[in-house]
T-cell receptor, first 113, second 115 residues
Framework: QQQVKQSPQSLIVQKGGISIINCAYENTAFDYFPWYQQFPGKGPALLIAIRPDVSEKKEGRFTISFNKSAKQFSLHIMDSQPGDSATYFCAASMADSWGKLQFGAGTQVVVTP | GAVVSQHPSRVICKSGTSVKIECRSLDFQATTMFWYRQFPKQSLMLMATSNEGSKATYEQGVEKDKFLINHASLTLSTLTVTSAHPEDSSFYIC???????????FGPGTRLLVL
């Protein structure tokens, strides 16, 4: 049973466009929400993370929007580039099980030239 | 960012043999390390959590006698797949936290193919 639901499963976006990936959770004990980027045959790499006391966090072209009341958070990739083509995973963890991440199913993003 | 390495990166073995995978934190002391398994085009599934000097905690459904985990030092954890079978073929990824950081850093993964 996946505790973090991620959508869409795949996404095709043109170069320069915006990629938007959504995640939803039920467990209100989650208090740390990272996003990871994974290229084929590689381990995931942390992109950006947020805590529930903040509604938005931006790092470069990557922005997390967090809606605590709706229990949803999303990743926006601005000015998408072909090099952004990868699989993106949202995740969540709780303070009392620090580091034990629950991952979403993943979104395969393809950025066309 | 912190660096976590894994060795080997790929391994092919015959059914029935055991395979050991090493996970090292190169520039920080990892108080906790995690082992994940990832099947093709699927998400990461946590297998177990290991803390230095103590027994690993396994997730429900993961056979602890099949997947032996040892976290002997603050920079090294090993996963041994015992009596491997073709269904154990997967991508095994470790991660580590520690050094006062909240971020979990992942290794590059080990591709295991059991023939």
């Amino acid at each position: 049973q996946q505790q973090v639901k991620q959508s869409p499963q795949s996404l095709i976006v043109q170069k320069g466009g915006i990629s938007i990936i959504n995640c939803a959770y039920e467990n209100t004990a989650f208090d740390y929400f990272p996003w990871y980027q994974q290229f084929p045959g590689k381990g995931p790499a942390l992109l950006i993370a947020i805590r529930p006391d903040v509604s938005e966090k931006k790092e470069g072209r990557f922005t997390i929007s967090f809606n605590k009341s709706a229990k949803q958070f999303s990743l926006h990739i601005m000015d998408s580039q072909p090099g952004d083509s990868a699989t993106y995973f949202c995740a969540a963890s709780m303070a009392d099980s620090w580091g034990k991440l629950q991952f979403g199913a993943g979104t395969q993003v393809v950025v066309t030239p | 960012g912190a660096v976590v390495s894994q060795h080997p990166s790929r391994v092919i073995c015959k059914s029935g043999t055991s395979v050991k995978i090493e996970c090292r934190s190169l520039d920080f002391q990892a108080t906790t390390m995690f082992w994940y398994r990832q099947f093709p085009k699927q998400s990461l599934m946590l297998m177990a959590t290991s803390n230095e000097g103590s027994k690993a905690t396994y997730e429900q459904g993961v056979e602890k006698d099949k997947f032996l985990i040892n976290h002997a030092s603050l920079t090294l954890s090993t996963l041994t797949v015992t009596s491997a079978h073709p269904e154990d073929s997967s991508f095994y990824i470790c991660s580590a936290i520690g050094g006062g950081r909240e971020t979990q850093y992942f290794g590059p993964g080990t591709r295991l193919l059991v023939l």
